[in-house]
């Protein structure tokens, strides 16, 4: 994916290379999604982001991961690893695959629960 710099004047304007993002893939091309039927699981996920509980849930998880202190934990391990390995000498993407799966067995499972009891609820009334 390049993008163009358009603060830069236009006689120096360079084309920069950006990565993908670590949690999300790039985005399929248009012309491979008409072909293919949407499964179960994306036709929620767009009920879900069209009706803007989506948002409310990942706010709730957000509220309920600080008030359990998952979110400190996570902080305490990220800071822990740095100090080990040296400041220098981390990047995000080692941060990310060291906290991924402690930080997902970690999640309380009041919190999970709670969670799925509200995406029921709000199935039920979406009627799918």
């Known amino acids: 994916m390049v993008k163009q710099l358009y603060h830069v ?9 950006r990565k993908h993002s670590v949690n999300r ?3 399929p091309d248009a012309a491979e999604d008409q072909g293919k039927e949407l499964t179960l699981q994306e036709i929620i996920n767009i009920k879900l982001i069209e009706s803007g509980e989506k948002e409310r849930l990942m706010e709730l998880l957000r509220e309920r991961l600080i008030d359990c ?6 902080k305490a391990l990220c800071r822990a690893y740095i100090k080990k390995k040296g400041r220098n000498n981390v990047t995000v993407d080692d941060l990310v695959h060291l906290i991924t799966p402690k930080g997902r067995a970690s999640i309380p ?13 709000f199935l039920m009334s979406a009627a799918l």
């Open 69 to 74: 202190g998952w979110k400190d934990e996570m």
């Open 109 to 121: 499972d009041s919190v999970k629960a709670e969670l799925l009891q509200r995406i029921r609820t």
């Open 9 to 17: 004047p236009p006689k120096r304007r360079r084309f920069i290379r």
């Open 25 to 27: 893939p790039p985005t």
